[in-house]
């Protein structure tokens, strides 16, 4: 099988790409030619063992994702086998994988459901998550603006002047929460925080908020009152987001959000479901992250790899 680095996956795939495959992933999960598996966890001691795993029999491929989280970091892998033979094919190091499938999401999610002419975009988080998330909104929607907003200001400046940089965007930092959310048509949250980054209040008529750092039911980035003004709950995975989602079943604690609103981006993305019906209708996007996005990402990283040359041969376990 192949043994792909991080720098091999860097070579291979740009964010355009990856949000094309992304986008067919959520098309074959509706039509049921792919299955996705929520994630699992082990804690031990000091370590957690995040597992999960997807089918994409349109791709030929099955396969799936681990990662173990300590103090000192994390480490990600994806594993990938052939569905017809059962032979290893791939396995691939995922943190930056992980990271454009992640934003890739979204980019698929703001095709969807933001405005066309959404051109303005608030950012939480200055962090590696964040970085792709602006970039595939930006691959999507005409962003002119971007007001981004995390907790450290040295941090922050320094990715607005990065990001300004890297995508001939207007992004700058600014100093309170409400400033990269008032009157803005697009708001994503990619933090760490275990609590709102926001009031709801705040957020305009017809946004749509996308929030993407939490995949733990005791975290919530976004408030009960963004998700309660919502007219529609869109979920990258429904079941996945039951599992996972803190900023929807806090919600559902409060009585702001019944589980039976929510609709799959998947059905969205097929036709299945109507995404924004109103204009001024305010639109919550969660995402926690599905082993079908990294299957299917690898699956194309591994093919221009192939055709590249990148990588390194070792030996299928016996």
Partial sequence: MLYLTESDVRESIDMPAAIAVVEDAFRRLA???AV?????????????????????????FAG???????????????????????????????????????????GVAARRLAADDADRLG?????????????????????RSVAIFSRDPERRRRFASAASAELGIDCFAVDRPDEAVRNLPLVITATTSRTPVFDGRDVAPGALVCA????????????????????????DDVAACRHEAGDLAAAADVGAF?????????????????????????????????????????VEVLRRAQTRGLGREIANPA
């Fill in 31 to 33: 039509d049921g030619r």
């Fill in 36 to 60: 996705n598996v929520p994630r699992q966890r082990a804690v031990g001691a000091g370590i957690v063992v995040h597992t999960m795993s997807a089918a994409a029999d349109y791709l030929g």
């Fill in 64 to 106: 799936w994702k681990c990662y173990a989280t300590t103090k000192r970091g994390a480490r990600f892998l994806v594993g990938l086998y052939d569905v017809a033979t059962s032979e290893p094919a791939a396995l691939i190091e995922a943190d930056l994988l992980g990271q454009l499938r992640t934003g890739a999401t979204t």
């Fill in 123 to 143: 950012l939480f988080g200055s962090g590696l998550q964040a970085r792709t998330q602006l970039a595939a909104v930006a691959a999507v929607r005409p962003i």
């Fill in 212 to 235: 993407v750092g939490s995949n733990w039911l005791n975290k919530a980035e976004i408030d009960a009152t963004t998700v309660g003004r919502a007219a529609r709950v869109v979920c």
């Fill in 258 to 298: 019944d589980w039976s609103q929510a609709v799959a981006l998947a059905d969205v993305v097929a036709g299945k479901t109507p995404g924004r019906r109103a204009a001024d209708d305010l639109l919550v996007f969660k995402s926690v992250g599905l082993a079908v996005e990294d299957v299917a990402l690898g």
